[in-house]
């Protein structure tokens, strides 16, 4: 079966980075679409990022110039870089396909920009 596993979340200042990565398996990545989206507290899920199988990226507006996707489908992750992170980019990050199927969403990662 489909499992998507995120990972690489945690506590971070204002203004530091992490890297979240999202290990899938049953899957064949290589030819997917696949993103990340964010569900912050009290408010719906939203995409973040997303990657064609070709590589071609395209991320939202309100990270653009700080967060990066990248994949690797030979490892079968999906990896999104995050940088000069705001508190409002709290939440917690899902990875899927684009767009989302109902039964690959995983726990999510949690994500927590405070000082």
């Known amino acids: 079966q489909v499992q998507f596993v995120e990972s690489g979340g945690g506590l971070v200042r204002p203004g530091g980075s992490l890297r979240l990565s999202c290990t899938t398996s049953g899957f064949a990545l290589k030819w997917a679409v696949m993103a990340w989206y964010r569900q912050p507290p009290g408010a719906a899920r939203e995409l973040v990022a997303s990657?064609?199988?070709?590589?071609?990226?395209d991320v939202a507006l309100d990270v653009k110039g700080r967060f990066t996707i990248s994949r690797d489908n030979a490892k079968k992750v999906v990896d999104l870089q995050m940088r000069s992170l705001k508190p409002e980019d709290s939440a917690v990050y899902y990875c899927?396909?684009?767009?989302?199927?109902?039964?690959?969403w995983g726990q999510g990662t949690q994500v927590t920009v405070s000082s």
């Open positions: 990657i064609t199988a070709a590589g071609g990226t």
């Open positions: 899927n396909i684009r767009p989302p199927r109902e039964s690959y």
